[in-house]
């Protein structure tokens, strides 16, 4: 709101939001206020702003940063996922080769020993990607809930 009305004034400024208050544009620009102008009054203050010459549009580029730092979180969240369901494929097929070294006979304790331990890394990442799926559920149901697929616990 301090670009815009630096670049065309106050008055002008309230013009283009149809005469509001100096007040009302004043709480905009204090970032302790957590009142906002509605999308059309943004897009107005915008518009006011661009056609004074401005080189870019100061509440799209506040409501576009917030949109790509939202974006980047889920982005994010979505690729440790794919990290754990990989690690759960790498880790199953290891459990299952071991497993099946063990099933041929004359299977040493070394191999038994080899196919417990690729079970329970396999066990771990199993229970890492389902914390994280928990994770994506809608907030008030399971143990990650409200979280948009971030750390599993």
Same mark, same amino acid.
């Given at each position: 709101?301090?670009?815009?009305?630096? &670049?065309?004034? $106050?008055? =002008? =400024?309230?013009?283009? !939001?149809?005469?509001?208050?100096?007040?009302?544009?004043?709480? $905009?620009?204090?970032?302790? *206020?957590?009142? $906002?102008?509605?999308?059309?009054?943004?897009?107005?203050?915008?518009?006011?702003?661009?056609?004074?010459?401005?080189?870019?549009?100061?509440?799209?580029?506040?409501?576009?940063?917030?949109? *790509?730092?939202?974006?980047?979180?889920?982005?994010?969240?979505?690729?440790?996922?794919?990290? *754990?369901?990989?690690?759960? =494929?790498?880790?199953?097929?290891? =459990?299952?080769?071991?497993?099946?070294? !063990?099933? &041929?006979?004359?299977?040493?304790?070394?191999?038994?020993?080899?196919?417990?331990?690729?079970?329970?890394?396999?066990?771990?990442?199993?229970?890492?990607?389902?914390?994280?799926?928990?994770?994506?559920?809608?907030?008030?149901?399971?143990?990650?809930?409200?979280?948009?697929?971030?750390?599993?616990?």
């Amino acid at each position: 709101m301090t670009r815009v009305a630096g &670049r065309i004034g $106050w008055e =002008a =400024a309230r013009m283009a !939001v149809g005469g509001l208050g100096e007040r009302t544009l004043r709480r $905009w620009s204090d970032p302790e *206020d957590d009142r $906002w102008p509605s999308l059309d009054q943004a897009v107005a203050l915008d518009a006011a702003y661009l056609a004074d010459g401005g080189e870019e549009a100061p509440f799209s580029a506040v409501f576009s940063a917030q949109l *790509d730092t939202k974006m980047a979180d889920t982005i994010a969240c979505h690729q440790a996922l794919l990290e *754990d369901a990989a690690t759960v =494929a790498r880790e199953l097929g290891e =459990a299952v080769a071991s497993s099946i070294a !063990v099933a &041929r006979p004359g299977a040493s304790p070394r191999e038994i020993h080899r196919a417990v331990v690729e079970a329970r890394e396999a066990e771990t990442a199993v229970g890492k990607m389902l914390r994280r799926l928990i994770s994506f559920l809608p907030q008030g149901v399971g143990s990650g809930a409200g979280k948009a697929g971030g750390q599993p616990s």
